[in-house]
Each structure stands twice: as C-alpha cells, then as structure tokens.
Nanobody, 124 residues
Framework: QVQLVESGGGLVQAGGSLRLSCAAS????????MGWFRQAPGKDREFVSS????????SYADSVKGRFTISRDNAKNTVYLQMNSLKPEYTAVYYC?????????????????WGQGTLVTVSS
C-alpha cells in the first residue's frame, strides 16, 4: 500500500501564492504517476495536475495552466504544487493521489491511493 500525506494548505488573499506538498511512503516502486485533484464546495472533485513518477512529464488542467507548477523531489518521494496568482474560485480541498495505470489524467475510480486532503481558501 501507498500512504500519502499532504501539507501546505491555508488561507491566502487573491493574487497570492501557496505551495502544497505530498509525501509518499510505502510500496511506491510500481507507481506510474502522482497528482492533485480538488473539490470545491458543492462541486465534484476534479483533476488539477499530475507528474510522472520519473518527473519527466507533467499535465495540467486548462484552468490552472500558467498559474500552477507541479514538481517532485525523488530523494524525498515528495510532490509539490506551486500555486501562484490564486483566485477565489480555487478555494477547495486539494487531494494528492497516486496511481498505477499508464495515463497522466486518470479516471478517479482508478486511483487506489489518496491523501487526506488539505484546505486552500482564497479570499477576495
């Protein structure tokens, strides 16, 4: 099994920045990728960004391109999501996930490892 622990959420003003972290532990050797999803109040959870386990490929939702950057530190088994120019509509619980299937944008029912979520609140 894989354990994922997120950190870095909080309250920030519109236009500000936050960096989320997700530390992975356990049986990580066969993972294809890790990524971030978010769930805003009253909405379905949606894909935000992903990075291949090797770190050589990334993917972003159109809504965050140019504002968010995903990266990873292989030595620490940690993935980061740098979020800049934040907007109030980005307020959500952000979840880290990991998966085995070979895709950068997996269907959520195919994800077998989730973090507990971290709340990001962007005030206007």
């Amino acid at each position: 099994q894989v354990q994922l622990v997120e950190s870095g959420g909080g309250l920030v003003q519109a236009g500000g920045s936050l960096r989320l972290s997700c530390a992975a532990s356990g049986r990580t050797f066969s993972r294809y990728a890790m990524g971030w999803f978010r769930q805003a109040p009253g909405k379905d959870r949606e894909f935000v960004s992903s990075i291949r386990w090797s770190g050589d490929r990334t993917s972003y939702a159109d809504s965050v391109k140019g504002r968010f950057t995903i990266s990873r530190d292989n030595a620490k088994n940690t993935v980061y999501l740098q979020m800049n120019s934040l907007k109030p509509e980005y307020t959500a619980v952000y979840y880290c996930a990991s998966w085995l299937i070979i895709t950068m944008t997996p269907p959520q029912n195919a994800l077998d490892a989730w973090g507990q979520g971290t709340l990001v609140t962007v005030s206007s």
